[in-house]
């Protein structure tokens, strides 16, 4: 019994390792996230199956030099999208110390850009923002931090799919979680990432480059 | 099968004592000790502001790798732990003005490990940061 399980596993191990070999030859494709919708329609007396994946609703929303910017701001780019907030004393910290190094990568790369929104919508104003922003050692539009009422925010970070809640009893009286959304040219939603953890910063890094290279 | 045993925790007392001897020179077992258990405390309550290595970030959280700074200020370090501070300071040649929040649920024993970590790794001292001196440091907030 013992060696039939052990044989197993080797048996396992191989094919493992024989089908991350053979995708190796092909490029990796990244996935769309979220549902996507199927449209039917007749062609020739047939039905044909469009199918459109999920991408993220346009938006608007003010910045830390008080400008109004929309989703036609990152036209043509690809972005990573967050939920912070500035007195954030949990996971915050982490998550823009791992971006930063991100946004310092692709510096002079126009194709990228970022986008943090704060939860906070009491403090937060784009004065706060502005300061943060600095401090941080953001010194151009690259990166874009943005506030909103409480309705767009938050109905935002569920088009995102992040968690986020207004909570007192959390640290910093907020709850959310530190994803980075990696979304494509599209809007499309194409990868998730633990913003806390260094080892899925190099995946997202990984990512990019492929996202990059798509048409 | 206890064979086994021993050689595993020789193999791991071995890497324990080389662990300690490489990165700390000089260094008593006592502080050595504070110093391990500091680095757990660190990683859980500091970590996420002043960075794995004591780095900072950026001009929202200071290094705490200043050792003037931690030199000149060692008797007020605890009550910064505890209490929180806020207000313009200069660490490492630039100027901070936040707030870091009080961690008020460390208990003077944990206080003194984090520090004993924070002065000896990533400052250049070399001995503990005594229980007594974290009482001293909180007295003045009592």
């Not at chain 1, 994803?179 to 494509?184: A, E, G, K, V």
């Not at chain 2, 732990?81 to 630039?94: C, D, H």
């Not at chain 2, 707030?99 to 400052?123: C, D």
């Amino acid at each position: 019994m013992k060696s039939y399980l052990k044989f197993n596993f080797i048996a396992l191990a191989i094919s493992v390792f024989l089908i991350s070999c053979s995708s190796n030859g092909n490029e990796k494709k990244l996935p769309y996230i979220g549902e996507s919708t199927v449209n039917e329609k007749t062609v020739d007396g047939q039905t044909v199956t469009d199918t459109i994946p999920y991408a993220i609703p346009s938006f608007s929303f003010l910045n830390q030099d008080s400008v109004m910017i929309t989703d036609k701001t990152f036209e043509n780019k690809i972005f990573i999208a967050n939920f912070f907030f500035t007195n954030c004393p949990s996971i915050c910290p982490t998550m823009q110390r791992n971006l930063l190094q991100v946004y310092e990568k692709y510096k002079d790369d126009d194709r990228v850009a970022f986008l943090s929104h704060s939860i906070d919508f009491k403090y937060d104003s784009p004065a706060v923002l502005k300061s943060y922003a600095e401090k941080l050692g953001v010194t151009d539009d690259r990166w874009q931090f943005v506030m909103g009422s409480k309705k767009d925010i938050y109905g935002m970070a569920d088009s995102y799919f992040v968690y986020t809640k207004e909570d007192e009893t959390a640290p910093g009286g907020y709850d959310h979680q530190g994803y980075f959304m990696l979304i494509d040219k599209n809007k499309h939603i194409r990868g998730a990432y633990d913003g806390t953890l260094i080892d899925q910063i190099d995946l997202l890094l990984a990512d990019m480059e492929v996202l990059l290279k798509e048409q | 099968m206890k064979k086994h045993f021993l050689i595993i925790s020789f193999s791991i007392s071995m890497l324990l004592s080389i662990l300690i001897v490489s990165c700390q020179p000089n260094v008593s077992i006592e502080t050595a000790q504070y110093a391990v258990n500091g680095q757990k405390l660190y990683i859980t309550h500091c970590q996420n502001c002043h960075g794995a290595k004591g780095e900072g970030l950026g001009t929202l959280y200071p290094p705490l790798t200043d050792s003037t700074y931690l030199r000149q200020n060692r008797h007020q370090l605890a009550s910064i732990v505890k209490f929180g501070m806020q207000g313009a300071i200069e660490v490492a040649g630039k100027t901070f003005d936040n707030a870091m929040p009080g961690i008020k649920e460390l208990s003077n024993i944990e206080i003194a490990y984090i520090l004993t970590y924070v002065t000896t790794t990533f400052g250049k001292d070399t001995k503990t940061y005594t229980q007594e001196e974290v009482q001293e440091s909180l007295k003045g907030h009592q």
